[in-house]
């Protein structure tokens, strides 16, 4: 069975600054990958996904994702932060016959300030 | 609709009360998800329904917890005799359910129901 892990639980970073959140996976195979983002009261919302192909992935909201194979990771990152990035980021992963339910990571709570 | 609703979007129940939460998926959207989300921790599938076939109930920690979907839109999470460690934010969603693997699809979540037993 795949597994996720977030190694932050809490990040802070100044408004501008550079962002990138961890995600490390563990599966057999080749996964499928995903990061989701979800502010305060709301439910979860789809930033980017990787299936196949290019193993940088381009998102909404100005994120991007690496798949890195050799490192079993699938790091969110965003060159500059907003302040309305502040919310909590799950990364998910899944498995090529989308027949298993996604396996989520516990959550890395952003905090950004001024 | 425009997006998933849930409701009631907050419970407070006595421990041993039965609950209902329900779940408006996407107009159109075969696929729904149920998952509960507890403080500090990821989301835990539940359960998950695609069009007729019948549902992925693995995720499901006891016998106490069920949901059915009426007409293969509207579904409705039930849990019996409610314990204080089902307090929680449950999570719907649903997605369109075109692909084989439902799964690996694109899922539009709902706000949540935040369930507190006493």
């Known amino acids: 069975a795949q597994s996720v892990t977030q190694p932050d639980i809490h990040i802070t970073v100044s408004e501008g600054a550079s962002l990138e959140l961890r995600c490390n996976y563990s599966?057999?195979?080749?996964?499928?990958l995903f990061w989701y983002v979800q502010s305060p009261g709301q439910g979860l919302q789809l930033l980017l996904k990787?299936?196949?192909?290019?193993?940088l992935v381009q998102g909404i909201k100005g994120f991007e994702a690496e798949f890195k194979r050799s490192q079993s990771s699938f790091n969110l990152r965003k060159p500059s932060v907003h302040w309305s990035d502040a919310a909590e980021y799950f990364c998910?992963?899944?498995?090529?016959?989308?027949?298993?339910?996604?396996?989520f990571g516990k959550g890395t709570r952003l905090s950004v300030i001024a | 609709g425009a997006g998933v609703s849930q409701s009631p979007s907050n419970k407070v129940t006595e421990k041993g009360k039965d609950v209902e939460l329900r779940c408006d998926p996407i107009?159109?959207?075969?696929?729904l998800y149920w998952y509960r989300q507890s403080l500090g921790q990821g989301l835990e599938f539940l359960i998950y329904?695609?069009?007729?076939?019948?549902?992925?109930k693995s995720g499901l920690p006891s016998d106490r917890f069920s949901a059915e979907r009426t007409g293969g839109s509207v579904s409705t999470l039930t849990i019996q005799r409610t314990q204080q460690e089902d307090s929680a934010v449950y999570l719907c969603?649903?997605?369109?359910?075109?692909?084989?693997?439902?799964?690996?699809?694109?899922?539009?979540f709902g706000p949540g129901t935040r369930l507190l037993v006493l």
């Open positions: 969603a649903s997605s369109s359910g075109g692909l084989a693997g439902g799964y690996q699809e694109t899922q539009y």
């Open positions: 599966y057999g195979a080749t996964p499928y």
């Open positions: 990787y299936f196949s192909g290019d193993t």
């Open positions: 998910a992963v899944g498995v090529k016959s989308g027949n298993t339910p996604l396996v």
């Open positions: 107009s159109g959207h075969t696929a």
């Open positions: 329904f695609q069009g007729n076939s019948a549902p992925d």
